[in-house]
């Protein structure tokens, strides 16, 4: 069920899998903003439901738009246009948000890939 659910998220591929007694894990590597498309795939198999727990976890590493992390601790949300020397222009729905570069921390891309473990408890 794992690997035919990567194969419906774009960019998604399994890494490794482990099978023990009452337990099934997978590692999978794939784009931050397919996993929500992986976690929607696996619960759209009848071998698997999703619980809330799985959607938060989720929700915690995939990303449908470009992070900006601020030295301050904020992270801002949305789609960076251009990145200098001296600023980074951030879209935010209609809105353009200029930030300084020296407030930054690091910007992380929404094509960036994450490696998801997915451990399934078995009946």
């Given at each position: 069920a794992v690997r035919k659910a990567a194969r419906r998220a774009p960019g998604a591929a399994v890494?490794?899998?482990r099978r023990e007694p009452g337990r099934f894990?997978?590692?999978v590597d794939a784009p931050a903003?397919?996993?929500?498309?992986l976690?929607?795939?696996l619960d759209a198999t009848d071998a698997l439901d999703a619980t809330d727990a799985a959607r938060a976890a989720a929700d915690g590493v995939a990303a449908a738009h470009d992070r900006v992390v601020l030295k301050s601790g904020f992270v801002l949300a949305g789609a960076v246009e251009s990145r200098d020397a001296r600023e980074l222009?951030?879209?935010v729905g209609p809105e353009q948000v200029r930030v300084p570069a020296r407030t930054v921390e690091r910007v992380e891309p929404a094509s960036a890939r994450r490696r998801v473990r997915i451990v399934v408890v078995l009946p």
């Open positions: 890494e490794a899998t894990e997978a590692w903003s397919a996993i929500a498309g976690l929607a795939a222009v951030l879209r």
